[in-house]
């Protein structure tokens, strides 16, 4: 990639959140001599560093649930014909759910979309808390928090599967094995029965 | 079945399996218009540079000799196959039916891995050619797509899905799916094995009857017999250390189309007028001693049903041999119950013995007249 202009590189990186040293940060300018100006989400603070060659990476992780606000944002990215390498707003969607959002649906979700926050980190990073303590936190919050880059679940007991209400648990509720699903919707305790994307034990439909 | 091709609105379908589109950059590029190639200048590439393309689609077995064509074409030149090149590989599609496609995607998708490792590691995360896992917007049309029939394809936004490593966008444009996952390169051997597990996958889909007995066979098996019941002998070509955690992944994201899928079936035989073989009303109810019981007859209350599945209270229990006899009312179907006049509940049929059938005069009655 030597041959990379600083048009390529706005093109290519410019307001993206990609991969550097395996760690997420935000490209927030790119100068005249190929000087980088990011935004690290993990330390929370403005970095300078000279663009070489391969120094950044797409991130090739998906992002699901974001504990953000006292609730969740769900996001992911779309395969359109755009240029970027990274996460960016041309290729990202944020979708809240039908839960509460006790810090504002629209503040929580402009919060995600600045693709700087600790907590899309976290996202990426597969940082989720148990099912008992992600439902003890909505509880507390009186919103919602996921347990899962694609479950959720809320302070009214109910059990989300990305933008989908899948099922509901009762107050007592400990284990993912709490969980009563929909019958429509029974087939995802594949999906928690072991890693969160790793299905190994599954049945004939 | 309707296939893509009537869909699409040709009588019949396009000939040939594969196009191929190879990008290369590099010198002394000769534009080419013979062989089953044109050439034309791609504006995502830089320098000296051309994409060549077959100028129809051909037949599996044609696919080497177009390849071995255009290498010995662009022998002379100096190849640059950079990180802005690929070969797009084109799979007609025509002759499918919508479930042989959503077949043909979902093997595809449960393969996606080995595939990726195989096009080029470099490929895994590429943005000219996501992944399912990279870019899992792609399964908001594909679940769509397996819950309903071909019209959805036409809801699917131009460029929408168009870097997915699978573009469906090809198949309202062209009739084929396009597969967009293998690096630059123009080694012969690399290529058709590529196309040949393609070809694979298609004929696999074309055969097995729909996603649920692909989760199913999946399910009853393992990653790797899974990959070489798809792909035979071919299927060593794809191994990697890794290759059966990454199937596996790749099997939770796209668990939910076979469950799509799954619904649709049952919604569509659930709007299906049902064949009744009792239609309500009018199958036969019979009374404890198996006489048929019909509106008008009359009848006594003979026995207690205690089964526990019948409702029956016991303010019922006054009714039983209380020498009444009751006329039927009504019979209500689904379940089964009986109305008899004058009587606050509705009774089994199990529960009656008819005692005198609409129109005749009780038996006991009519000997007592005779008596007088």
Request: hydrophobic fraction near 35%; glycine fraction near 6%.
């Amino acid at each position: 990639m030597v041959d990379v202009s600083v048009d390529d590189l706005i093109q290519l990186y410019l307001n993206t959140l990609v991969l550097y040293k395996n760690k997420p940060i935000f490209v927030d300018g790119i100068g005249k001599t190929k000087k980088v100006t990011y935004f690290d989400l993990s330390t929370q603070r403005n970095m300078v560093v000279d663009y070489k060659e391969g120094i950044f990476k797409a991130p090739t992780r998906r992002i699901g649930f974001i504990n953000i606000g006292k609730s969740v944002v769900y996001s992911y990215r779309n395969p359109v014909r755009r240029y970027k390498i990274g996460y960016s707003h041309e290729n990202l969607k944020f979708l809240t759910i039908e839960v509460s959002y006790p810090e504002s649906r629209s503040i929580t979700k402009e919060r995600a979309m600045s693709l700087k926050s600790p907590e899309i980190r976290d996202s990426i990073f597969n940082s989720y808390p148990s099912f008992e303590t992600a439902f003890m936190l909505a509880k507390e919050f009186n919103g919602a928090y996921a347990f899962d880059k694609q479950f959720a679940v809320c302070c009214r007991n109910r059990v989300w599967y990305k933008t989908d209400l899948v099922g509901t648990v009762n107050d007592s509720a400990k284990t993912i094995y709490d969980i009563v699903f929909d019958k429509e919707y029974a087939h995802l305790t594949l999906l928690l029965d072991n890693n969160y994307e790793k299905a190994t034990s599954i049945s004939r439909i | 079945m309707k296939k893509l091709h009537q869909f699409l609105g040709y009588d019949t379908p396009k000939a040939g399996d594969f196009g191929i589109e190879i990008e290369v950059e590099g010198a002394n590029l000769p534009s080419v218009t013979t062989g089953g190639w044109k050439s034309e200048k791609d504006g995502s590439l830089r320098g000296e540079s051309y994409e060549y393309i077959f100028t129809n689609p051909v037949n599996r077995d044609k696919v080497r000799k177009n390849l071995d064509f255009l290498k010995h074409k662009l022998r002379d030149s100096k190849l640059d196959f950079s990180f802005r090149t690929s070969v797009h590989v084109h799979m007609n599609m025509h002759n499918c039916t919508h479930t042989q496609l959503l077949n043909t995607i979902y093997t595809y998708l449960l393969l996606e891995e080995p595939f990726l490792s195989y096009c080029g590691k470099e490929r895994k995360g590429n943005r000219f050619c996501l992944r399912l896992q990279d870019a899992e917007g792609l399964l908001d049309i594909l679940n769509t797509l397996f819950k309903t029939d071909f019209n959805s394809l036409m809801i699917i936004r131009p460029d929408a899905v168009r870097y997915a490593a699978i573009n469906l966008e090809s198949l309202t444009k062209y009739g084929s799916l396009e597969f967009r996952a293998m690096r630059g390169n123009l080694d012969v051997d690399v290529i058709d094995n590529w196309v040949e597990a393609l070809y694979r996958v298609r004929a696999f889909a074309m055969q097995i009857e729909n996603p649920i007995e692909i989760h199913n066979l999946y399910a009853e098996g393992s990653p790797q017999s899974f990959m070489e019941t798809v792909l035979g002998d071919l299927s060593k070509t794809f191994y990697y250390p890794k290759m059966v955690r990454d199937i596996q992944k790749s099997f939770s994201l796209s668990l939910d189309l076979p469950y799509c899928f799954k619904n649709k079936i049952e919604r569509v035989n659930e709007n299906k007028p049902k064949i009744k073989q009792n239609p309500v009303g009018k199958y036969p109810v019979y009374d404890f001693n198996f006489t048929r019981i019909q509106i008008g007859d009359r009848v006594e209350i003979v026995r207690k049903i205690e089964d526990g599945v019948v409702y029956w209270p016991v303010e019922m229990d006054v009714y039983v041999n209380n020498g009444e006899v009751y006329e039927v009312e009504d019979i209500r179907y689904d379940p089964v119950h009986i109305v008899l006049e004058g009587a606050e509940f509705v009774f089994p049929a199990e529960a009656l013995s008819v005692v005198a059938k609409a129109g005749q005069e009780i038996e006991e009655e009519e000997e007592e007249e005779e008596e007088e």
